[in-house]
């Protein structure tokens, strides 16, 4: 298989999960705080070089891989890489949010499963407080059946596409290093696909 094709399997994965996360926020009521972006924020977040696969991706076919490569090295602190930090104008979002990687697009919207089977809501201080009700009843509907996309499930499919590198999971900084590494290593002596994807 090829990186591109790769790539297109994660991206397809991420659709899939972008579609069923829409479908729970619908049933259940429950989302985000706009412009929150506080789970991000955490420094011991981690993450497997497959799920930022197309964002490495990007990276290189916009010509920046070397130069992301580089920032990421000297990156000061064990907060993810992507995220822009707070300023007077913003609280901080993602940088390439498009491209977010797999444990982004589940939390908040994902069920893990406790030491007995039981589904649990994988979601942030401000959602189980600030939307206290919609989360109380969400978590008795998800108790009695309701749908909700479940962490290892969605690993388990990303696991399938490239088991070596999603099966892996690190510091979520060294898993972006990762992923522009093996684009770089496996376009090192193979011309760059021709493509109509846009850059961005």
């Known amino acids: 298989m090829t990186l591109d094709q790769k790539v297109r399997l994660v991206e397809s ?25 506080k789970c991000c924020s955490y420094p011991n977040i981690d993450a497997s070089p497959l799920e930022f696969l197309p964002w490495a991706f ?21 907060t993810c890489f992507l995220l822009t930090p707070v300023s007077i104008l913003s609280k901080g979002h993602c940088g390439s949010y498009k491209h977010r990687g797999l444990i982004c697009r589940l939390f908040g919207y994902a069920a893990s499963k406790d030491k007995y089977g039981n589904l649990r809501l994988a979601t942030c201080k401000i959602i189980k407080e600030g939307q206290a009700n919609h989360y109380h009843i969400t978590s008795e509907a998800i108790s009695k059946g309701m749908y909700v996309p479940i962490f290892t499930d969605y690993y388990m499919q990303l696991n399938q596409i490239d088991y070596q590198m999603g099966s892996k999971t690190m510091p979520i900084n060294r898993a972006l290093k990762m992923a522009l590494e093996e684009v770089l290593q496996y376009y090192t002596y193979r011309p760059v696909p021709s493509t109509d994807r846009k850059i961005g």
């Open 58 to 78: 990007q990276v290189f076919l916009s010509g920046k891989a070397e130069e992301a490569l580089e920032a990421l090295q000297s990156h000061p602190n064990q």
């Open 13 to 37: 994965l991420f659709d899939q999960l972008e579609q069923e996360t829409q479908q729970f926020q619908d049933k259940s009521g429950l989302g985000c705080v706009s412009g929150c972006g």
